[in-house]
């Protein structure tokens, strides 16, 4: 089981980036996906979940601001972020497994940094 994040960075607030999760085998397509951030000093939290079925959750901080979805055929999972906050820095990781409560699943990528940040 393999997670990898890519395209974290530094960016001024106000901008965008857009974060990949590229998986192993038929993960992305078999179950629900998420993203999960981390601050220093905090807990990690809910972003955004995928279900297997399409179905998507955010957390009430990013709401209207970022969209996650699936590319099936590329086993991936996008997590676009705009409007960032000073607030969004954080180390962003891609889990696999999230279940019916948006607990996460027991597979994690390394993270990516994002840093929000004039």
């Known amino acids: 089981v393999r997670l990898v994040e890519s395209g974290g960075g530094l960016v001024e607030p106000g901008g965008s980036l857009r974060l990949s999760c590229a998986t192993s085998?038929?993960?992305?397509?078999?179950?629900?996906m998420g993203w999960y951030r981390q601050a220093p000093g905090k807990d990690r939290e809910l972003v955004a979940a995928?279900?297997?079925?399409?179905?998507?959750r955010y957390g009430d901080s990013v709401k209207g601001r970022f969209t996650i979805s699936r590319e099936n055929a590329q086993n991936t999972v996008v997590l676009q972020m705009n409007n960032l906050k000073i607030e969004d820095s954080a180390v962003y990781y891609c889990?696999?497994?999230?279940?019916?409560?948006?607990?996460?699943?027991?597979?994690w990528g390394q993270g990516t940094q994002v840093t929000v940040s004039s």
């Open positions: 889990n696999s497994g999230v279940d019916r409560l948006y607990r996460p699943g027991p597979y």
């Open positions: 085998g038929t993960m992305v397509r078999l179950n629900a």
């Open positions: 995928i279900t297997a079925g399409g179905l998507t």
